[in-house]
DNA sequence: ATAATTTGGTTTATATTATAAACATCTTTA
DNA sequence: TAAAGATGTTTATAATATAAACCAAATTAT
């Protein structure tokens, strides 16, 4: 009937930037910030909590002298996001 | 770019609650909880917080002499269900 | 030169939420 | 009449989301 909704990716912010890298490819974390509209102490939560997870890989680099944080979704991010869409689905009677 | 959500739809409990009532009409508590596999506190507490927030409406009553508790989807239950759908959308990059 | 501001985040504290366990009440059955 | 079942509600706890506070380096203004 209703099928389970993972946790991790049942959250606004989180599946808002799973939404982001689906299509995106890969993301830095001010483009992700400007694009959910999140402050930055909770998107730096919520993508751990995406990495912890292995649902995307996050690359600490530089950009010039600037750090800068990437964000790419993992196949095993790509598999549950296409789950949890195939998931809520099953509440919205979506055709 | 990506819609809020309604806090009080964006559970999985409440949303199966809503989904259901959605196309039944109405439903009992006993039922809810079946369709749902929530426990019963669980449930009821959810139905009070969808009932306080006026998505439903319920009605105590009596199913000869045990105690039954019917819900059933308000207009604005059932426009803040659409909203939602429309909402989680922007998410799911469902065309 | 140095003070103030901006960029790019992280850590931590708090408030909210979800959930199940415990409880209450009445009914039916043994 | 005692035990078990039905129908929920209340309450305690654990998990979660979120923003405020913080940190460090770079840039800009004085």
Redesign the interface.
Known sequence: ??E??DPLL?S?LR??IM?LL??AEEAEFPYIKE???ATAGNLSVQIDKLSAAGYIEVEKTFKGKRPCTICRITPEGLKAFEDY?KA??S????K
Chains 1, 2 share one sequence.
Request: charged letters at 10%; aromatic letters at 10%; proline letters at 5%.
């Open positions: 009937m209703f389970p909704l049942h606004e599946l808002a939404s689906v299509s694009q959910t509209g869409v809520i689905k509440y919205l009677q979506v």
